[in-house]
């Protein structure tokens, strides 16, 4: 994912975008030397850009305190050695603004904002919403739409409007299972800034459409997968970029039994990374057989893509 100008919505942010998991320790504190090391083994992979409290880091069960400790932490860890957005959509406009500044402050790249249901479900407000980001940044922003639909999302032609005033956007997170829908926001904005896709189990899908990168909860195990997908569809290798696809398909289909984040967690077990079983997110508890049936999956799945890495 190469750096653009402030002044131009000129593509190209692109590549494998990792919605960081958010480690705690068992009274739910955050554990910040796992998460040292988790930074460390991601900024060895295949990823391109780091994106630190998105949905998978449970960013809305994060204090506004907490959430600039995990920016101070992962921009002291990353040392630059990949991009890093923020995820810094909040529970109020105050609070999105108040650790906006303070992303760029501590040397963020940029900022992921979350389209947020607290304002009102129309596309005035939303416009309005990060209008009022795009006037205190001075670093590129990423929407974040987590919904693909209904009040709450970004339609193509408010997109468009957004890509033509802003100064500094530059990218679209959209997660939508409908390539229809996906192929109309490509339409109307990709020429000028980065469509990501949002969920790796449609990339391909979205990649034929003119996405450029995903923004997926498995880039925190196996980037590696997610990168050769899309190495393989722009070298026109369409019979492996399919296989990888239906590969990344039986993996989620692995996680499912056991809800996100804890299942993510328990695969990062597995890569040696000491991430405790604990979440915010509440969630039914696993049974022993159910994490050993998880574990020993992605033991084998991970292991037939390491010389991947």
Request: charged fraction near 20%; charge should be neutral; proline fraction near 6%.
């Amino acid at each position: 994912m190469k750096s653009k100008t402030q002044s131009s919505n000129t593509p190209p942010y692109r590549g494998i975008a990792v919605p960081i998991l958010t480690p705690f320790k068992e009274d739910q504190s955050i554990d910040f030397p796992v998460l040292e090391k988790l930074v460390d083994w991601l900024c060895q992979s295949a990823v391109s850009v780091l994106f630190p409290m998105g949905g998978s880091g449970e960013y809305s069960l994060l204090s506004v305190a907490e959430r600039k400790e995990i920016i101070d932490c992962i921009v002291r860890t990353n040392g630059r050695r990949r991009l890093l957005f923020a995820g810094t959509g909040a529970d109020s406009l105050a609070e999105t603004l108040e650790l906006t500044r303070y992303a760029q402050k501590a040397g963020c790249d940029g900022v992921g904002v979350v389209i947020p249901t607290h304002i009102p479900g129309t596309q005035q407000a939303i416009f309005e919403y990060y209008q009022a980001v795009d006037e205190v940044l001075e670093v590129p922003f990423m929407v974040y739409d987590p919904r693909g639909e209904g009040e709450h999302s970004v339609t193509p032609e408010t997109m468009s409007a957004m890509v033509d005033k802003f100064r500094h956007l530059v990218a679209i997170k959209y997660r939508t299972l409908n390539g229809e829908r996906m192929g109309l926001m490509t339409s109307a904005v990709s020429s000028r800034i980065s469509v990501f896709s949002g969920s790796e189990t449609v990339f391909l899908q979205d990649l034929s459409v003119g996405a450029v990168g995903c923004v997926g909860g498995g880039a925190n195990f196996y980037p590696q997968i997610m990168e050769a997908l899309q190495d393989c569809y722009q070298e026109g290798d369409l019979i492996e970029a399919r296989r990888l696809q239906f590969s990344i398909l039986e993996a989620i289909q692995a996680l499912n039994p056991i809800y996100w984040p804890l299942s993510g967690k328990l695969v990062l077990q597995v890569l040696g990374i000491p991430i405790q079983p604990v979440t915010r997110q509440k969630g039914e508890t696993p049974s022993a057989e159910a994490v050993r049936k998880l574990q020993d999956f992605y033991r084998v799945y991970l292991q037939k893509f390491k010389a991947r890495a």
